[in-house]
């Protein structure tokens, strides 16, 4: 007899945000006509991403949820990061499939006595800022704060690399975004926390006079100053400690899978914040691991969290299992499909989300894409 927890279908749905933009789903159906949903965005996806999913769900059909479905997948976390978002997506959703079946919010079946809370937000303003322009980043950043936010975030450097970074046109980047800085600085009431997001652009000397310039701003929060190889560990931990006696918290790795891959930097004194993505870190176990593993060293955990509604679900239920100690991210603002492509609508009131007490993750896709 067929049981009711057997997996039938997997399905891929995709939704167009943006020219830059594309969220991508992953949706697994069982015999009962129950179905989980989990988010694969990544913005650097190759051309045959949809393949890989395809590939790796239909190794599920014909399964059932008692198994340990992902084991015969795990080589995917040790590949590189499509292969990771793969299975972080597959984990999300099948997570989400078991609390449908046991009848239990997906928090409550992943950390014993967790209760749902409201989560404190910080606004990620960067994609809103179309136009690049330092007063649009500072008109987003007031709109924020006049809806609840008491930190927003930005990556104002654009175009700027570490091997460009400490020439003249370099140096006439990095100008550029600390006027961006500056200018938000001014336009924010003295409340509200500024973070800066560098996406690896600068180099180790750049990156240590970017700190008292950041600091001579208020910034309290930077944000991946170098490419986290691991020639960088020595830099990364200098420019911490830089960092914090400037009165800021430095914060990074939101591109891995896996604690062996954290483990060097977190061991190395690099960040005083990590920041697992759940759609690439190994999706809510791995996460939940990451952050046990970190707290032995004193480092917190405040999820990656740019991308849709359902990623922001799945790290909302993931930041509730945490006790909801950091500001979860959200991408603020850049699209209102974030608020009308689920049921119910992916809604945050006075800058915080809280996980729906509904089994599983609470929401489903309003309508399912290509398989």
């Known amino acids: 007899m067929t049981r009711d927890d057997t997996i039938t279908e997997v ?16 949706t697994i ?15 650097a996806a190759p051309p045959d991403m949809d393949r890989r999913l395809r590939r790796a769900g239909d190794a599920l059909v014909g399964k059932t949820l008692n198994q340990d479905m992902l084991t015969a997948l795990g080589a995917l976390t040790r590949g ?44 990620n303003i960067n994609r809103k800022t179309v136009s690049r322009k330092a007063e649009d980043f500072a008109a987003n950043a007031v709109q924020a704060e006049r809806e609840g936010f008491r930190a927003v975030k930005l990556a104002p450097f654009d175009d700027l690399t570490p091997e460009l970074a400490e020439s003249e046109a370099g140096q ?13 600085a001014g336009a924010v009431s003295p409340g509200t926390e500024l973070q800066v997001d560098c996406h690896w652009r600068f180099s180790p000397r750049t990156a240590a006079r970017l ?27 200098r420019i911490r400690d830089q960092a914090n006696a400037a009165g800021m918290r430095l914060a990074g790795l939101e591109n891995f899978c896996g604690w062996e891959a954290f483990r060097p930097f ?38 990656h969290n740019p991308s849709g509604p359902i990623s922001h679900q799945a790290s909302v239920h993931a930041a509730t299992v945490l006790g909801g100690q950091e500001r979860l991210e959200i991408q603020w603002r850049e699209t209102p499909l974030f608020e009308s492509i689920t049921n119910p609508p992916a809604c945050f009131e006075k800058a915080t989300s809280q996980a729906r007490e509904v089994p599983g993750l ?9 398989r």
Not at 172 to 183: D, F, Q
């Open 362 to 370: 609470g929401l489903t896709l309003a309508a399912t894409g290509h």
């Open 172 to 184: 006439r980047l990095i100008a550029a975004g600390l006027e961006r800085v500056a200018t938000v």
């Open 80 to 123: 590189g990061m499509a292969d990771a978002t793969v299975f972080s997506a597959l984990e999300q959703a099948l997570t989400d499939l078991r609390g449908q079946h046991a009848g239990r919010p997906c928090f409550q079946l992943l950390g014993a006595g967790a209760e749902a809370r409201p989560i404190a937000l910080y606004a």
């Open 211 to 237: 700190v008292d310039a950041l600091a001579e701003l208020g910034v309290r929060w930077l944000e991946c100053p170098l490419p986290e190889a691991s020639e960088a560990i020595e830099h990364l931990a």
């Open 29 to 43: 159906a069982s015999q009962a006509g129950l179905v989980g949903v989990g988010e694969a965005t990544f913005d």
């Open 266 to 303: 977190v061991a190395g004194g690099c960040y005083d914040v990590i920041m697992p993505d759940i759609k690439h870190c190994g999706g809510y176990r791995m996460m939940l691991e990451i952050a046990e593993k970190a707290a032995c060293f004193g480092v917190a955990v405040s999820p």
């Open 11 to 26: 399905r891929i749905a995709k939704v167009r945000v943006s020219a830059r933009t594309l969220w991508r789903h992953v």
